[in-house]
């Protein structure tokens, strides 16, 4: 039994006619007949009499009908909620620096347009954001790493770099005065790390790498998954360490820690939305998309804004 003849058998029985029925659902009077008859063999059982001028439902006939109108309406109640779901509900994987210091930012400005929307937001390191979102958990991802995987778009939308955080002593305040920032300097410092798997470790890995500085070479005085934390121990004294320059601003900003920027190439990063490559993308996702790479503009130069 398929729906198309459950379609078929509904609109013949409300028409009265197998003509009528053909031209409503759009389809040949042969192939709603076929419809009918592939439904009674099925069923063993006569569901209409044809004669020259009308029809005439069978006692089991209308019972079909009944059964078929309320499962032809639970289906249609199934779709609509399935697309007013998806129409309504977004679902984000965001690493720590986007879920942290994007969104709280994109998303009201998103809701201003589109105040039907609503998001379901899931955080973690930038790793696990990739694979779940590889096995469908997300609609769309928001992470700090690159992505080859060719069923996969990955597309940067913010321009972001790393740099160095210290205590606010008078030790660091004159090493601030400094042309260039003595970056090997800074790094004989107690450190505070990241941990492996977030995009923001492997932007400090990277810059590390191109000063030719392995994790060995460091003092570690600790690692921690949470940023906040982090910049927390910083500001009291246990270390320095490197992160992301948008996380950092609002303790600068508080003269809470000193920030260093640092002069290679190799400590800026972008960050990125990931989503599925297919056709069957929704376009309340597609509006999503669009408005967040309208609303960072990644420069041409690779400059941060």
């Known amino acids: 039994m398929e729906l198309k003849q459950l379609k078929s058998y509904i609109s013949v029985v409300e028409c009265q006619s197998f003509t009528k029925a053909a031209k409503k659902l759009f389809l040949s009077q042969p192939t709603v007949s076929t419809h009918i008859q592939k439904l009674e ?179 570690v005085a600790a690692r921690i998954n949470d940023q906040e934390a982090i910049k927390n121990l910083v500001a009291q004294g246990l270390g320095i360490s490197i992160l992301s320059e948008c996380a950092a601003r609002n303790f600068e900003n508080e003269k809470r820690i000193l920030v260093f920027e640092l002069p290679n190439e190799t400590s800026r990063r972008s960050l990125s939305v990931i989503y599925p490559k297919n056709d069957m993308m929704h376009p309340c996702l597609k509006q999503f998309v669009s408005f967040v790479m309208q609303f960072y503009t990644v420069p041409e130069d690779g400059a941060a804004d």
């Open 41 to 219: 063999e099925e069923l063993h059982t006569r569901l209409i009499k044809r004669t020259t001028k009308q029809i005439e439902v069978t006692p089991r006939g209308r019972e079909l009908y009944d059964c078929a109108c309320e499962m032809m309406k639970r289906w249609d109640n199934l779709q609509q909620h399935w697309n007013n779901e998806t129409k309504q509900m977004i679902r984000i994987g965001a690493s720590t620096i986007p879920s942290a210091y994007i969104l709280p930012q994109l998303l009201p400005a998103y809701g201003k347009t589109h105040p039907g929307t609503y998001f379901s937001i899931y955080q973690s390191n930038s790793q696990e954001i990739l694979t779940r979102l590889q096995q469908g958990d997300f609609d769309i991802g928001l992470i700090g790493m690159p992505v080859q995987d060719s069923a996969l778009a990955c597309i940067p939308f913010y321009q972001d770099r790393m740099v160095i955080i210290t205590p606010v002593s008078e030790y660091f305040l004159s090493l601030k005065q400094q042309e260039p920032v003595p970056v090997k300097t800074l790094l004989r410092s107690p450190i505070i790390l990241r941990e492996k798997r977030s995009g923001s470790r492997k932007s400090a890995d990277r810059f590390l790498e191109s000063l030719h500085i392995q994790e060995e070479d460091l003092q």
